[in-house]
């Protein structure tokens, strides 16, 4: 079976769990295989009714100590679960916590691990793994030798298609916690609270993002990308520099040492195009840079280019778009 790994919040399904949907359903059709979707948590069933059309099983790992992730618990249960089932690929969101919990399953399960992955497919039943290396300066294809055994791959956002509908219902499934397996006072790590670090919307989750980089020069300067991006119904990110510069929290930031990205529109402003910036944002599916320096190599990766200040282009592009009425590009 295909195995993808759901990720909800109080919305619902994370749009990258569609994608994975999606992934998955690249490799369950030409290996004629069962493509089944698993959820984990206290109470999963909201999310999973958003999800029945999507996969052709529904499972729902459900114990009181799985209401928050932390890997420990979600690696105990997952494997434990996993490792009675047959397992060809088992599929998880590139977010943190797919990214987190897929290394560690893997040892669990013993399974190899790809990363970065922006495309599958199937020939003469051997499962290929396309994935990003370097920051994407590199594509490899890799077809892992599993043996018996499965593969786990974490996708990167933006890179598949959203599964579409299946038109019924698929089946839905328990899928038990072993009995004693989880114990609150045997568990190393309890989560305490939670504390907001950014208002905001979740980078990998936008369509739009308005980036700042050194060149935007202060904190308040990050107010004007606010509205520009408030206009185009998406988020602010940012540079490193930015960030410890103490104009941006850390988890705005996009990168290597941040968050990979792939909305539908970035705009990069005053942001020079370092290797480490791009490894998070070419992703993108349209880039468009402003940057007063016309030699700047992010000019090198977009789609449109604007050589000119920022501080006087944005506040003529919030005007235009006003003008036009424009409408927040959705998802
Ligand atoms: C191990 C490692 C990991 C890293 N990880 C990351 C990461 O995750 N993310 C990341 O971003 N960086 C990362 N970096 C840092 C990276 O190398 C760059 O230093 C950083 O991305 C530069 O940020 P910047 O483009 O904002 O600043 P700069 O490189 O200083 O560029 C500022 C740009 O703004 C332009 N500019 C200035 N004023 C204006 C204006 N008024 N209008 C328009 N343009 C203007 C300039 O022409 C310039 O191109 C990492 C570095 C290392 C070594």
Redesign the pocket.
């Known amino acids: 079976m295909i195995w993808v790994l759901a990720e909800c919040d109080n919305n619902g399904p994370k749009a990258i769990t569609l994608e994975a949907l999606g992934a998955g359903r690249l490799l369950a059709d030409p290996l004629n295989l069962k493509l089944c979707l698993i959820l984990v948590g206290s109470n999963t069933s909201a999310c999973a009714k958003n999800l029945m059309r999507k996969a052709d099983r529904v499972y729902s790992l459900e114990d009181p100590l799985l209401f928050t992730y932390t890997n420990e618990a979600y690696n105990a249960a997952l494997a434990a679960f996993l490792g009675r089932q047959e397992v060809r690929a088992l599929i998880t969101p590139g977010t943190s916590t797919g990214r987190d919990l897929g290394p560690l399953l893997s040892v669990s399960l013993g399974m190899p691990y790809s990363q970065n992955t922006v495309g599958l497919g199937v020939s003469e039943g051997a499962v290929h793994i396309r994935r990003r290396l370097y920051g994407g300066k590199l594509i490899e294809t890799v077809t892992p030798a599993t043996g018996k055994g499965g593969v786990i791959i974490s996708i990167m956002p933006g890179a598949f298609e959203e599964a579409k509908d299946r038109g019924t219902d698929g089946e839905a499934a328990r899928a038990e916690v072993v009995e004693g397996l989880l114990r609150e006072e045997a568990l190393r790590i309890r989560v305490k609270g939670f504390a907001r670090e950014a208002a905001g919307m979740d980078l990998i989750e936008a369509r739009v993002i308005v980036a700042g980089?050194?060149?935007v020069?202060s904190a308040e300067g990050f107010r004007l990308l606010e509205g520009l991006a408030a206009l185009l119904g998406g988020t602010v990110g940012a540079?490193?520099?930015?960030v410890d510069a103490g104009w941006m929290p850390h988890a705005a930031?996009?990168?290597?040492?941040?968050k990979t990205v792939a909305p539908r529109l970035y705009i990069a402003?005053?942001?020079?195009?370092?290797?480490?910036?791009l490894?998070?944002m070419t992703g993108a599916r349209h880039i468009v840079a402003?940057?007063?320096?016309p030699g700047?190599p992010?000019f090198k990766v977009a789609d449109i280019g604007i050589v000119?200040?920022?501080?006087t282009l944005i506040p003529m592009l919030i005007e235009e778009l006003k003008k036009t009425k424009a409408t927040p590009i959705a998802r």
Do not use: E, F
């Open positions: 980089g050194r060149g020069g540079s490193r520099s930015a930031q996009v990168g290597q040492t941040g402003c005053g942001i020079s195009g370092a290797p480490q910036h490894a998070g402003i940057n007063k320096d700047a992010i000119g200040d920022l501080h």
